[in-house]
């Protein structure tokens, strides 16, 4: 049975019980992100971004509200592998290869190594890396490491794909590269995004919406349709309409308190 929504948050709420009292990290969080849709969080820092997307991931659990994936519940999802999870850090194994860090999750899920290698072969030529699978993460540039991590999220060809800061730690170029290569992969498996950035303007350029947050506590403020078409190349980067809706997000992003985001 296929289902409209890749995500489907209703009510959530997330509240960290700590020593100085409760911290509210998320309220009233409602959102619905559809099969194949590229919807990105931005917001101030700890406004709840990389919280809302481990409740998604059931790597932690929702204090009130419920959470559906594909229409089953987060945890359901986790165990039937729905979703592939990248962060800021690509995470790679240094003992294995690029080959054999993309092989891990089909190995942990028992694939057949035939299968297994032309599927890793697939997968690394998909990222860019088909002369890189017998190197070591540590002959990798930072991009090309985070590439491997994205084709390890992308293994077991997930309908959603959560991302968090992915290309936090790149330099620009290395970044606008990978933000192309994305949105062509996402396009290329069909797969839902749901994608936290701390910029402006990749959030415009990868997504057909982009969610507003504020902090204290935790809440959407705004949803902006970026309806850019197709096309998300460089020549998109100099478009009017681009600039149009960066310019709308970012007034979307003052209307919310942003002197107070360095405070936790
Ligand atoms: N395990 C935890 N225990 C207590 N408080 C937590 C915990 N995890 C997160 N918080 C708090 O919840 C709020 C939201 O944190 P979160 O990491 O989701 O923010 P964020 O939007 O991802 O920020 P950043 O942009 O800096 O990554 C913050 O006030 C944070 O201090
Ligand atoms: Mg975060």
């Not at 820092?45 to 790597?59: E, H, N, Q, V, Y």
């Not at 303007?201 to 970026?226: H, K, N, Q």
Request: proline share 6%.
């Amino acid at each position: 049975m296929t289902t409209e929504y890749a995500v489907r948050a209703t009510g959530v709420g997330k509240t960290f019980p700590t020593k100085a009292g409760d911290v509210v990290a998320l309220t009233e969080v409602e959102l619905t992100v559809s099969a194949g849709e590229f919807v990105s969080l931005i917001g101030p820092s700890g406004c709840g971004k990389s919280t809302l997307l481990r409740l998604i991931a059931d790597l932690d659990g929702a204090t009130t509200g419920e959470l559906e994936i594909f229409g089953k519940p987060a945890a359901k999802a986790r165990v039937d592998q729905d979703y592939g999870i990248a962060f800021q850090q690509a995470g790679l194994l240094p003992w294995r290869t690029v080959g054999g860090n993309i092989a891990l999750p089909l190995e942990l899920h028992g694939m057949a190594k035939p299968d297994r290698a032309k599927r890793v072969a697939d997968l690394a030529e998909l990222v860019g890396l088909s002369d890189f699978i017998d190197r070591f993460p540590d002959q990798l540039s930072g991009g090309m490491q985070q590439r491997v991590a994205i084709a390890r999220s992308l293994a077991e060809q997930p309908r959603l794909l959560l991302m968090d800061e992915p290309f936090g730690a790149l330099d620009e170029m290395t970044r606008e590269y990978l933000q192309g290569e994305l949105t062509r992969i996402a396009k290329e498996t069909g797969a839902a995004v749901v994608f936290v950035t701390h910029s402006i303007p990749e959030a415009v350029f990868l997504s057909d919406r982009v969610v507003v947050m504020s902090p204290r506590p935790g809440r959407i403020t705004d949803i902006i349709e970026t309806p850019l078409g197709d096309a998300r190349d460089e020549a998109l980067r100099e478009s009017p309409e681009y600039f149009e809706r960066v310019t709308a997000v970012r007034e979307a992003l003052h209307g919310t308190p942003v002197e107070r985001a360095n405070e936790r």
